[in-house]
């Protein structure tokens, strides 16, 4: 038995020890916790904790030992809500979780005992039986959270802020969500659009306010920016349409917002609305480009149409006429009749002048008295298109005004400019036709005078030789080609090289640019060189792809005068290996009939070196029909002049027809130059014209670029 007691007493002890083992080793646990722990007995006076709760309560083990419970920790002047609340004593946490047999959780600000005030949660579990029955008392957790509580409390306040200074800010702010729709706007942008808040919010932003024709760049620039692909645009514009139909000018700014991922949610934007300020703007540069007593374009927004004009007459080998109109007895109206009538007399020019304008050109105020006219020529030959205009003008002005109940006469001077033939670039074009205008004044009231070159202008011209000289050594020149096809059945038979100057600093230049100073200066000896070597290096490589066409090159009169001008054609033809039958030079109607008073023998020379001969721009001189039976000449190319009033003129249809019947009689072939317009080209075939070329059928281009495809002539 005692054997027996012996052997019950041990595991009991064993039992005990575990027992208190294992209470050392919770207590260790809860010791250590960063968490505070109270229990709690059953009248709510402490019976356990851990230091935690002591640093986090601020009280000391003797004052929690000997305190009630309910005063120490949750006396009711010390526990508030967030709220500010007070609690009365049954609110206690502690208390409510006893009565209601379950977990109570709440934060609560405690006014520590040396003043400070924390934020402290507590979870206050009740012990025991689950009915109300039997408890045992409550053990409370408790942690300061002071931090987390006044950081939110923080950034609630600056979100408050924030919308104040939404409301109070001049500029518009909306956040879309992703979707595009309004997840905030302001009073601002809800006076602007003249929508309430509730009647945007929610709304597809861009099918709200942003006018239809806007709706998809606006959506594909949104999308841009959600995607994040480019950084958003600093400052955009848009217009947005008010609930009114009012569009109204709005500059944007727009930030991303994002998520804690980085992916964007909303994009925030502030807009300013810019409507009057843009409208100032314009109304600013108006002003600034035009001139007030007229309303018309001021000399600085002529030189900007100038610069266009030019650029495109580069490209496109067209022509650019700049006539400068300059009043007479202007300030005689001024002085005797006063500026009212001065300026009434300025306008009723302007309105005249205007009258006359075709679309694309352009009339300006220079100042003063005079005005200006700027005639993109295009294609059409810009002598004849600014003469016209000049003496419309003229007419119009010398018709009596009409002004203070007086009638007087008011004459004008016209000088005109032409790109390519007077100047290179804009500078030198109003230069010269300013020095025109003079010229016409010298010459009397009246007169329509073109720029003449004098001797102002050597240091252009020198400057321009030298620039020629070199782009003769440093290769800047090009030759194009342009189609000359049978018009009875559209083939390609010929093409003509006409020479152009890549000019690095004015671009492509026409020949009409270059080539009368280099036959001035002599350099066409060395350009024409040029060109056989390169229409023949051309021609060779044609002809390897069985591409034989008759090869017309231009020669100018001074050419004519090089001792060794045929032997060198004739040895560069001979180098290619190529047939001079193929080719055929073309010289100018005055070319060939002054060549008359020396002897015929260059044309002899050329015939009998076995090349074809052309006349070029037929009619435009006064040749003697009788001598050109005796030349050489196998080919007539009428001048571009006789096309163009045809077929409106009866008289230019009837001279063309005559032409055509003179060729046929001299048994010549006559290649039409200048065919435009498909009813030309109707009248050549009703004509029997044999051959045509025009950039209706196909301009001057690169080798390249060049098709050799018959042409459609069935217009
Ligand atoms: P051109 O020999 O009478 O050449 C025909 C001119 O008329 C070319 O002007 C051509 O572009 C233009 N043209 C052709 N079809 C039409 C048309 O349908 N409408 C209009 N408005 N114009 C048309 P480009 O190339 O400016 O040449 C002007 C002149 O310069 C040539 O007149 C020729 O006399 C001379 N030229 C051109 N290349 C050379 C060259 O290599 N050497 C020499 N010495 N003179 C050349
Ligand atoms: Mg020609
Ligand atoms: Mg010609």
């Known amino acids: 038995m005692s054997r027996g007691l012996v052997v019950d007493a041990a595991p009991q002890q064993r039992a005990r020890q575990a027992l208190r083992a294992a209470e050392r080793l919770s207590r260790a646990v809860v010791e250590g916790l960063e968490e505070g722990v109270i229990v709690l007995d059953p009248r709510l006076r402490p019976v356990s904790w851990n230091v935690s709760a002591l640093r986090i309560l601020g009280v000391s083990a003797d004052e929690i030992a000997a305190a009630d419970a309910r005063d120490l920790l949750f ?17 206690n946490p502690a208390q409510r979780a006893l009565r209601q047999g379950a977990p109570v959780r709440a934060t609560l600000r405690r006014a520590m005992p040396n003043g400070s005030e924390r934020w402290i949660t507590i979870l206050a579990r009740p012990i025991g039986g689950a009915h109300g029955t039997n408890r ?38 909306v956040v879309l969500d992703a979707a595009g729709c309004v997840e905030l706007v302001n009073r601002q942008g809800c006076e602007l659009l003249g929508y309430s808040e509730h009647e945007l919010v929610g709304r597809d932003w861009h099918e709200t306010v942003i006018p239809p024709g806007d709706r998809p760049e606006a959506r594909a620039a949104f999308q ?98 700049l006539v400068q109109v300059g009043l007479d007895n202007f300030k005689l109206v001024n002085d005797s009749l006063g500026h009212g009538a001065g300026d009434a007399v300025l306008r009723e020019t302007a309105q005249r002048v205007a009258e006359l304008t075709r679309a694309g050109d352009v009339i300006a105020r220079q100042g003063g008295d005079e005005f200006m006219l700027l005639l993109d020529c295009g294609a059409e030959d810009a002598q004849v298109v600014a003469q016209l205009a000049g003496d419309r003008i003229m007419e119009a002005l010398e018709q009596p005004f009409a002004v203070a109940g007086a009638e007087f006469h008011i004459g004008a001077a016209i000088g005109i400019a032409l790109f390519p033939g007077h100047a ?71 093409v003509e090289a006409l020479v152009r100057w890549e000019d690095p600093e004015h671009g492509l ?3 009409a640019g270059f080539i009368p100073v280099a036959e001035e200066t002599g350099l066409i000896e060395g350009i024409g060189t040029w060109v056989v070597e390169a229409l023949c290096k051309q021609a060779a490589r044609w002809a390897k792809e069985g591409f034989r066409p008759r090869l017309c090159f231009n020669l100018s009169p001074r050419q004519l005068r090089q001792p060794d001008l045929v032997a060198s054609i004739a040895q560069a033809i001979a180098r290619y290996e190529l047939p001079a039958g193929q080719f055929c030079a073309e010289l100018t109607e005055s070319a060939v009939m002054s060549d008359e008073r020396r002897d015929s023998s260059l044309l002899d020379e050329l015939h009998a070196a076995g090349l074809a001969i052309a006349i070029d721009d037929f009619g435009s001189g006064h040749s003697s029909l009788a001598r050109l039976r005796d030349l050489p000449v196998q080919v007539l190319k009428v001048d571009r002049s006789f096309l163009r009033r045809v077929p409106e003129d009866p008289g230019s249809t009837a001279i063309v027809a005559a032409v055509l019947e003179l060729g046929a009689a001299l048994g010549m072939t006559t290649v039409v130059e200048g065919v435009e317009h498909p009813e030309q080209l109707a009248l050549l075939r009703r004509h029997g014209a044999p051959l045509a070329q025009g950039f209706l059928l196909g301009r001057p281009v690169p080798a390249e670029q060049l098709d050799r495809s018959p042409a459609r002539v069935t217009a």
């Open 75 to 91: 006396a009711r002047d010390t526990l508030r809500y967030d709220s500010g609340k007070s609690l009365s004593a049954q609110d």
């Open 136 to 173: 045992r008392g409550v053990v409370a957790t408790v942690a300061d959270v002071t931090g987390s509580v006044e950081g939110a409390q923080r950034l609630r306040e600056e979100r408050d802020r924030a919308q104040r200074y939404l409301e109070v800010a001049s500029t518009l702010v």
């Open 224 to 321: 841009q920016l959600l995607a994040g692909e480019e950084p958003p645009p600093e400052r955009a514009e848009t217009f947005l349409l008010t609930k009114g139909g009012e569009e109204r000018k709005i500059a944007w700014r727009n930030a991303l917002v994002r998520d804690a991922r980085g992916t964007v949610t909303s994009v925030l934007s502030s807009g300013e609305d810019v409507t009057e300020r843009r409208r100032a703007e314009a109304q600013v540069a108006y002003l600034a480009h035009h001139d007030r007593l007229t309303g018309l374009p001021n000399r600085a927004l002529l030189e900007e149409q100038l610069q266009r004009d030019l650029a495109r007459a580069r490209r496109t080998g067209g022509a650019v006429a």
């Open 424 to 494: 290179n670039n804009a500078e030198s074009l109003f230069k010269h036709a300013d020095m025109a205008m003079h010229q016409a004044k010298r010459a009397g009231g009246g007169t329509v005078a073109f720029y003449e070159r004098g001797a102002s202008e050597a240091r252009d011209r020198l400057s321009l030789t030298s620039r020629l000289r070199r782009a003769i050594e440093s290769d800047e020149l090009r030759l194009h080609f342009q189609p000359i096809y049978r018009v009875e059945d559209g083939q390609l038979v010929a």
């Open 509 to 511: 230049v026409p020949p």
